[in-house]
């Protein structure tokens, strides 16, 4: 109190001037009874005027090149404020919920050990299946002449590059067309027919085979697939299996359906025995009416 | 249904035939070796040289061999039906258990084993259409033969009526 005392005195001297020459007490001392006086007081004390004035009533400071600062300041809590309530907030519940649906994947959706159950059992499988495709590759060959030894062994080569040399082993066993002159043309005719008909069910045996093969060795390559397979791509090995099966049930259906051709051609056959059969009667009958007439 | 399927069922009465039809229901293919002294014990074997035709003989070898063949298939084909419901089994189990990140492998395992079965049957399909075109060629042989005797008949007998 006392020291804001002394403040308050001291502003008071000075803007009176009355001990102006403590402030100057090196200059010439003024001869007695004239008044002294500062001839720049009045600048100093418009001075200190204008100075409380923009203290009191100046406005707020900017910073260099015009920036508000306290604006900016004032900017960022206001946006401080704004992500807090309306970003943060938001972001912990996108968060829980990330977290909640990877909780959900993990021990409902995809847990890791029905994963891996799932893989050991296809192992498993395929380990089954190797050793039943190897069944289908024993030899089951029993022909015991030379003739039809050879025959045999191109009928189970499962190789279609010896399509061609089925016919050879085919007439060695089951004999030629009788030659011209030697029977009827019609009878010459359905023979043909016949050895034909037996000699393509008998490539299209040996292609099936090997088309089986084809489709076995693609099924161990799949199922291996499968076993190291992840959830994501098990589907898609799925899918490249349904093309193959589709593949092979049309292999099937050109099976079955030379089977019902070499079906029909029997029947076909005995059919056209009994045609014969009448035919020759006819011309039987007529030689010995012919011979009897005479 | 399985116990349908397995339900035994034997119908020869005779010891050889037995024997045979025990083979044959064995889904067992370590039973292929003793497969062909069955069937030589009740089909015969080929005549020794010089006891029939020599194209007869070769029929005759080429007939038993299809028919092996297609008997041997069929027990291989046995197993593998076993194998397939086995697995379809175990896949029907696993199925149970499943959860929606571990159904994909087994579905596609299930369409894998689905393949194998075509395979299998395409096997059996070839099998069967090396028998059947056996048979028309057997029986095409003996037309040609038959047609072969009735044109030499039927010269002789021209040659005699037109003397």
Do not use: C
């Amino acid at each position: 109190m006392q020291q804001h005392r002394g403040w308050t005195q001291t502003i008071r001297t000075w803007w009176s001037g009355e001990r102006a020459e403590e402030a100057a007490p090196l200059e010439e001392a003024p001869a007695a009874g004239e008044k002294r006086s500062n001839p720049r007081r009045p600048f100093y004390k418009g001075a200190a005027v204008l100075t409380i004035v923009i203290l009191l009533y100046g406005r707020e400071a900017h910073g260099q090149f015009g920036i508000d600062v306290g604006l900016i300041i004032a900017a960022l809590h206001q946006m401080q404020g704004l992500m807090q309530n309306y970003i943060s907030a938001p972001l912990k519940t996108i968060n829980q919920s990330q977290q909640n649906i990877a909780s959900y994947e993990q021990q409902v959706m995809y847990p890791l050990q029905s994963i891996q159950q799932a893989r050991n059992s296809v192992t498993q499988f395929e380990s089954q299946f190797r050793q039943l495709s190897r069944s289908f590759n024993l030899n089951i060959s029993s022909a015991t002449l030379p003739q039809s030894q050879g025959f045999e062994s191109v009928l189970l080569s499962r190789n279609p590059s010896n399509l061609a040399s089925l016919t050879n082993q085919f007439q060695n066993v089951y004999g030629p067309v009788m030659a011209q002159g030697a029977a009827s043309p019609d009878m010459r005719n359905m023979t043909d027919t016949t050895d034909a008909q037996a000699q393509d069910a008998m490539k299209r045996a040996i292609q099936i085979d090997a088309l089986s093969d084809t489709e076995l060795a693609e099924a161990d390559k799949m199922g291996q697939q499968i076993s190291v397979a992840a959830p994501g791509s098990a589907p898609i090995l799925e899918a490249e299996a349904d093309v193959w099966v589709v593949r092979a049930n049309a292999y099937t259906q050109a099976a079955l359906a030379e089977l019902m051709r070499t079906r029909a051609i029997d029947i076909a056959n005995q059919s056209k025995v009994k045609k014969i059969g009448t035919s020759q009667n006819s011309v039987t009958n007529g030689l010995i009416t012919t011979s009897l007439g005479h | 249904m399985t116990n349908v399927f397995f339900t035994p069922f034997n119908s020869a009465t005779l010891s050889s035939p037995q024997q045979l039809e025990t083979v044959l229901h064995s889904r067992d293919v370590s039973q292929l070796g003793s497969l062909t002294s069955s069937f030589h014990g009740n089909f015969g074997t080929v005549p020794v040289a010089n006891s029939a035709a020599p194209q007869d003989r070769i029929m005759m070898d080429i007939d038993d061999t299809l028919g092996q063949e297609s008997l041997k298939t069929t027990i291989i084909s046995d197993q593998a039906q076993d194998s397939i419901l086995a697995t379809a089994d175990a896949l029907e189990n696993q199925v149970a258990v499943s959860t929606p990140g571990s159904s994909p492998f087994l579905t596609a395992q299930a369409q894998v084993a689905n393949l194998r079965s075509q395979a299998y049957m395409q096997k059996m399909l070839a099998a069967e259409l090396r028998q059947e075109a056996g048979m028309i060629a057997h029986e095409n042989t003996l037309m040609k033969r038959r047609a072969q005797d009735a044109g030499d008949i039927g010269n002789q007998f021209k040659t005699a009526l037109t003397r």
